[in-house]
C-alpha cells in the first residue's frame, strides 16, 4: 500500500499529531461500528435509539444488557494493526489519541494518551450519586435483560460510564481535545461519520486553527469535504503503512 505523497509529507513534518478516531478504528478488530446493523440478539433494536436516557429510564435492565454485550465483545478481540501503528508512531512524534469510542483498544495497544470524547464501557457510574461502580462479569451468553448493579453507597443503579444521545459530554475531556487539536501539526481523522456532534465539529475546529486535517475512512463521509486530504484506506491497512513509510526505527528517542 503506498501513501501518498502530501500525506507522508504532513506526517514526516508533524511534532505533535492529534488523532481523531472512531468506530471504523476498531472494526478491523471485529467491533461493529455503530452504523453497521448490529447482530444477534440486538439486530432489531438501533444502537441510537438505545443509547439514549429515554431507553435507560423506559427499562434499565434492557440497557444494562446490551452493554455488557459489548463489554464481552470488545474483550474477546484484540487491538488492530492501526491501534498498534499509532503506539509505533509515538516513538517518534508526540501523538494524542481523541477517541468517540468506548472501547479500551486504544490503551490495551500500548497508546498513553488516549482521550475519550464519549466515556467508557469499562467505568460504570452510579446513576443517582455518581460514584464509581464496580464493573461485573458479563455473563457467558448474550441476554436480553439484566439486572443493572446497585451502588454500594446509594444503592442506586448503577449505569454505563458513557455519554449517552441528548447528554453533555464530560468538560475536562472536550477541553483536552480541543487543545490537542489547535496545538497540533498535523490531525489525522480515522474512522468515523462524522454525523455526531460536537465531535464531528473537531475538523473544522483544527481548519480554522490552521492544522491540516488527513481523513483515513474506505468511503466517503460528511467530513470528506472539511478534510485537505481524503486517503481512501482503511485503519488496519493505511496507519501502518504510514508508519512503515516514516522509517521509525524501534531505536528512535522522542
Ligand atoms: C450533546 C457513546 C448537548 C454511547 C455515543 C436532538 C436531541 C438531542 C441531541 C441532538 C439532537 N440532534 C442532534 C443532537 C446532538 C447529538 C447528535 O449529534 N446526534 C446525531 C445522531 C445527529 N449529540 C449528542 O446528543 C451529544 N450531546 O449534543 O449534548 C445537548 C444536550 C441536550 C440536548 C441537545 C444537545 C452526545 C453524543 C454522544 C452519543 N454517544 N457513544 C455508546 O457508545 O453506546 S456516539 C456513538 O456514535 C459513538 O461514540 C460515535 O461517536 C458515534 C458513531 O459514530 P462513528 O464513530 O463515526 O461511527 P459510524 O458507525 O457512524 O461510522 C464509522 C465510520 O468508519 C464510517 O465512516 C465508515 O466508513 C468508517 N469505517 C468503517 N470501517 C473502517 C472505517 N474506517 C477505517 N477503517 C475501517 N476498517
Ligand atoms: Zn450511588
Redesign the pocket.
Known amino acids: 500500500m503506498n501513501v501518498p505523497e502530501p500525506v507522508l509529507d504532513l506526517a514526516r513534518s508533524a511534532r505533535r499529531v492529534a488523532v481523531l478516531t472512531?468506530?471504523?478504528?476498531s472494526?478491523?478488530s471485529g467491533v461493529p461500528?455503530?452504523?453497521?446493523a448490529q447482530t444477534g440478539l440486538w439486530e432489531n433494536f438501533d444502537?441510537?435509539a438505545l443509547?439514549t436516557p429515554a431507553a435507560w429510564a423506559d427499562d434499565p435492565a434492557t440497557v444494562w444488557a446490551w452493554y455488557q454485550w459489548r463489554v464481552a465483545l470488545v474483550r474477546r478481540v484484540q487491538p488492530n494493526a492501526?491501534h498498534r501503528a499509532l503506539t509505533d508512531w509515538a516513538r517518534a512524534a508526540h501523538v494524542q489519541i481523541v477517541t468517540?469510542?468506548?472501547d479500551d483498544l486504544h490503551e490495551r495497544a500500548g497508546s498513553h494518551e488516549v482521550t475519550h470524547l464519549?466515556?467508557s464501557l469499562f467505568a460504570p457510574r452510579c446513576s443517582r450519586c455518581e460514584r464509581a461502580v464496580d464493573l461485573p462479569d458479563p455473563p457467558e451468553d448474550p441476554v436480553a435483560r439484566l439486572d443493572p448493579p446497585s451502588c454500594p453507597a446509594c444503592g442506586g443503579d448503577g449505569r454505563?460510564g458513557?455519554?449517552?444521545?441528548?447528554?453533555?459530554?464530560p468538560q475536562d475531556p472536550w477541553e483536552t481535545a480541543t487543545e490537542s487539536l489547535r496545538e497540533a501539526d498535523l490531525l489525522l481523522v480515522?474512522?468515523?461519520?462524522?454525523?455526531?456532534?460536537?465531535?464531528?465539529g473537531l475538523p473544522s475546529l483544527a481548519r480554522s486553527h490552521g492544522v491540516p486535517v488527513v481523513q483515513?475512512?474506505?468511503?466517503e463521509?460528511d467530513l470528506s469535504d472539511q478534510v485537505d486530504h481524503a486517503w481512501r484506506t482503511?485503519?488496519?491497512v493505511g496507519l501502518p503503512a504510514l508508519v512503515d513509510a516514516l522509517r521509525i526505527g524501534t531505536d528512535t528517542p522522542r
Open positions: 472512531g468506530a471504523g478504528m472494526a478491523e461500528t455503530f452504523r453497521d444502537a441510537t443509547a492501526g468517540q469510542n468506548v464519549h466515556g454505563p458513557v455519554v449517552w444521545f441528548g447528554e453533555m459530554l480515522v474512522g468515523t461519520s462524522g454525523v455526531v456532534y460536537p465531535a464531528a483515513i475512512d474506505p468511503r463521509t482503511t485503519a488496519a
